[in-house]
């Protein structure tokens, strides 16, 4: 049972553009989010994340919207940069203390 | 930032025998250390929790006896994959919080070839 869903394997974009990335979660028990960019052979690099009594958390270029109702969140990158070429999971867990529930990734390719 | 390590980056061994995966954080304390494991184009899945001091909490379907978690101090943490077999490969990542907000800070990453 997938409880962290990112329905698009992939997505590419232009360089210069706004990237969204989608992420759904069905247990209401999550109570905080991450995005995290991860190149092959490596590990996670955290990006942002955001608690679930917020709607939106912003770091420079890169902004985390939060819509508890529709239990969707999605991550924006704008202007979008060949670096920014990755694959991009949305995590979430439960409490403090807790693991991490992953998606399956976002393979986000930046054209120039 | 927060900076994660893990030791050794890859390593290939022999069908039964033993593999032990170092974790250290550098610049923080942490409390509670995680193992996750990622197969070929999937997610990331936690294997285990560990806090400082005691027992590892596994999750379900994760061997204990097959996977020994050590967490002796706020910097370390070691997987050991005991009798390994084919289907162990796998790459093997830890993560470690200790900060204010919980936030996960991973290593770059293990990746085991049992053959």
């Known amino acids: 049972d997938q409880q962290v869903k990112q329905n698009s394997p992939s997505l590419s974009v232009q360089e210069g553009r706004i990237s969204i990335l989608n992420c759904d979660y069905t247990?209401?028990?999550?109570?905080?989010f991450l995005w995290y960019k991860k190149y092959p052979a490596e590990g996670p690099t955290f990006l942002i994340s955001?608690?679930?009594?917020?709607d939106k958390n912003e770091d420079g270029r890169f902004t985390v919207f939060l819509n508890k109702s529709a239990k969707h969140l999605s991550l924006h990158i704008v202007p979008s940069q060949p670096g920014d070429s990755a694959v991009y999971f949305c995590?979430?867990?439960?409490?403090?203390?807790?693991?991490?529930?992953f998606g399956k990734g976002t393979h986000l390719i930046i054209q120039p | 930032g927060a900076v994660v390590s893990q030791h050794p980056s890859r390593v290939i061994c022999k069908s039964g025998t033993s593999v032990k995966i170092e974790c250290r954080s550098l610049?923080?304390?942490?409390?509670?250390m995680f193992w996750y494991r990622q197969f070929p184009k999937q997610s990331l899945m936690l294997m285990a929790t560990?806090?400082?001091?005691?027992?590892?909490?596994?999750e379900q379907g994760v061997e204990k006896d097959k996977f020994l978690i050590n967490h002796a101090s706020l910097t370390l943490s070691t997987l050991t994959v005991t009798s390994a077999h084919p289907e162990d490969s796998s790459f093997y990542i830890c993560?470690?919080?200790?900060?204010?907000?919980?936030?996960?800070?991973f290593g770059p990453g293990t990746r085991l070839t049992v053959l």
């Open positions: 993560s470690a919080s200790g900060l204010a907000d919980h936030t996960q800070y």
């Open positions: 247990n209401s028990m999550f109570d905080y």
């Open positions: 955001i608690s679930s009594i917020k």
């Open positions: 995590a979430a867990r439960r409490g403090g203390a807790d693991g991490l529930t």
């Open positions: 610049d923080f304390q942490a409390t509670t």
């Open positions: 560990s806090n400082e001091g005691s027992k590892a909490t596994y």
